[in-house]
């Protein structure tokens, strides 16, 4: 992919090596959102799964939310 380079008001082609590290930015980035949202999921889940088993000990939903 061809990518514009902007430094103060000069625009210009980026290099082969500038634009390699403009994918790679932008792959590790998207990776870092994965990680953050699987992360999110799996504390989402656990806090179900709690929430599930105080009730299961027969808190209610005040209880629960008070803990």
Known sequence: MTYKIQIDDLVRDATVDEAAAIDA???????????????????????????????AFGLTADEIAAL
């Open 25 to 55: 930015s932008q792959a590790a980035a998207a990776a870092q959102t994965a990680a953050d949202t699987k992360a999110a999921d799996a504390q989402a889940a656990a806090k179900l799964s709690a929430y599930k088993k105080l009730a």
